[in-house]
């Protein structure tokens, strides 16, 4: 599903990943762990072609870094659901406008729109709540709705920059349940935090420092 | 379906700087009405001019003590020319009794003079699409060749000038105008570049979601059209409503007919999407960095 080969991405002198290989495979939850400044959300632009390789190649699913055009990284992102660790909601518009965002691009019509969204909000616990705008929101439902909009258009991999960056500890647990249940229905899932607690035995668990990578905890 | 997310992402971009918004729409209002407003002037000068041509006739003087067999032969002649309407008779007795009436003589002036001096003549108007200038003068070259006619007086020379002068208004309005119209375009195109700058954020959003280039864009173009279409409907309102009232005391002056205001409003709207096709022109395109 994603593979990357030799990859390192430089910004200007600063390394942010080094030399990393490694193969996620479809239905896989893949921990990136590591302090701040490791090069986590590096790694989860590679993946979604927000950046190139310096050098080396990432593959994800039919779609290749050193030679996706613009129009090939569209098909990719209308396939993938991204938590972006700033890729904040949009103040100017209700939740379930925000949540419905992916299924405009994809074109949907308005009454699937309709169950898509409403199915998404209920999947992360905050339904009838499509009508609120995110200012009124705690930021925990924030988080949630984010992951709403991540998940809706049924992604087959999903990224999450340090999803439960302001949340306590249940509300970070409940969450990362969400990406084990999607990984179960087929969905690779790459979730990036410093948050050892999130972690359970059977999980992958990649370390990054300096932008080198380590498999184990 | 799509449609109306373009139409409400328009609205949110317009609401999310109001007062970017309002100073354009503002000023494109001010644009259209001095738009609508020339193109109102020059239409009534139009409407003067061919009013005046419509009224102005032949008049085709009878060679003096023309007999009243002759008078009527060259009526008939005259009636079946192409390009003529209707023709009038008026005999010399007539045209006296005009002439001391306008003058306000006595009827003993008459006696006076000795005899009547003035010819018969026939008044001939043109068929009502042919009536201009070059219809008439020619028509006046053509009569005056025939052998029983003195002369062939085409008379309303002030309306050839007035028709001359409105015909170089007109091209001085359409220079005018076609600047207006550009800056109309400069307008929309900041006014579009502005709001993508503002709403940087979505657009963001929407790259990471893989939106194609025309699902970016549409939005600002119907920003832009909306802008247009709103504003020039204003405009037209108010500036058919002010001929309106201009008409109303004044009777040589109308207000546009519909196709006029059509005509407007479908520039309008054309302009509006030229202005946001520019401002928004390199929006969508390129998906990474
Ligand atoms: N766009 C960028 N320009 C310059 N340097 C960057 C950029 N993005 C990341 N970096 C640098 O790369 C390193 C890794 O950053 P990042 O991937 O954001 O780490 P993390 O997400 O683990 O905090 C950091 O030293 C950071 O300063
Ligand atoms: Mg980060």
Redo the contacts with the bound molecule.
């Keep these: 599903m994603i593979e990357f080969h030799h990859v390192t991405k430089k910004?200007?002198d600063?390394v942010?990943l080094d030399d990393c290989s490694l193969k996620i495979a479809q239905g896989e939850m893949l921990v990136l762990l590591?302090a701040?400044?490791?090069?986590?959300?590096?790694f989860l632009k590679m993946i979604s072609f927000e950046d190139r390789p310096t050098s080396g190649e990432v593959v994800v699913g039919a779609y290749r870094s050193g030679t996706a055009k613009d129009a090939q990284v569209r098909q990719l992102r209308r396939s993938l659901g991204i938590v972006h660790q700033e890729f904040k909601l949009l103040q100017d518009r209700s939740v379930f406008e925000n949540v419905a965002l992916p299924l405009r691009v994809a074109g949907l019509n308005r009454k699937d729109i309709h169950a898509r969204v409403e199915e998404a909000l209920e999947r992360v616990e905050i339904p009838r709540m499509g009508a609120k705008m995110p200012g009124q929101l705690s930021g925990g439902q924030r988080q949630r709705v984010a992951v709403a909009r991540a998940l809706v258009n049924k992604p087959t991999v999903l990224l999450a920059d340090e999803p439960t960056g302001n949340l306590d500890h249940e509300m970070s647990v409940r969450i990362v349940r969400i990406f084990r249940e999607l990984c179960a229905s087929g969905t690779a899932v790459v979730l990036?935090t410093y948050d050892l607690n999130l972690i359970q035995p059977e999980d992958r668990v990649v370390r990054?420092e300096g932008g080198r990578m380590k498999e184990g905890r | 379906m799509r449609l109306s997310f373009y139409i409400a992402e328009a609205w949110r971009g317009l609401k999310r700087a109001p007062g970017v918004a309002l100073a354009s729409a503002f000023s494109l209002f001010a644009a259209w009405v001095v738009l609508a407003g020339t193109a109102d002037a020059l239409y009534n000068g139009w409407r003067f001019v061919n009013a005046a041509n419509a009224r102005k006739e032949l008049i085709v003087l009878m060679k003096d003590r023309s007999g009243a067999e002759e008078d009527s032969t060259l009526g008939a002649r005259l009636k079946a020319l192409d390009e003529v309407g209707s023709i009038t008779y008026v005999s010399r007795d007539s045209s006296w009794a005009q002439l001391t009436r306008e003058l306000g003589a006595e009827p003993s002036m008459l006696e006076a003079v000795g005899a009547n001096p003035l010819p018969a003549s026939w008044r001939v108007s043109l068929k009502p699409e042919l009536r201009d200038a070059v219809h008439l003068k020619r028509l006046a070259e053509t009569v005056r060749q025939y052998p029983e006619v003195q002369d062939a007086l085409t008379g309303g020379e002030w309306v050839d000038k007035l028709e001359a002068w409105v015909r170089k208004l007109t091209w001085v309005g359409f220079g005018f105008g076609g600047a207006v119209a550009l800056g109309v375009v400069v307008l929309v195109m900041l006014t579009i570049r502005l709001s993508i700058m503002v709403r940087s954020d979505v657009l963001r959003v929407l790259r990471l979601l893989g939106a194609g280039e025309w699902f970016v864009r549409m939005p600002f173009v119907f920003e832009g059209l909306i802008l247009a279409c709103a504003t020039s409907i204003l405009a037209l309102v108010a500036v058919e409503g002010a001929s309106r009232l201009l008409a109303g005391r004044w009777s040589d002056w109308a207000g546009m007919p519909l196709g006029l205001d059509l005509a407007f409003l479908a520039l309008a709207l054309v302009l509006g999407a030229v202005g946001s096709l520019a401002g928004s022109a390199a929006v969508g395109r390129r998906e990474s960095a």
Aim: charged share 20%; no cysteine; hydrophobic share 20%.
């Design positions: 910004y200007d600063e942010a590591g701040s400044g490791t090069g986590k959300s590096t990036a990054l």
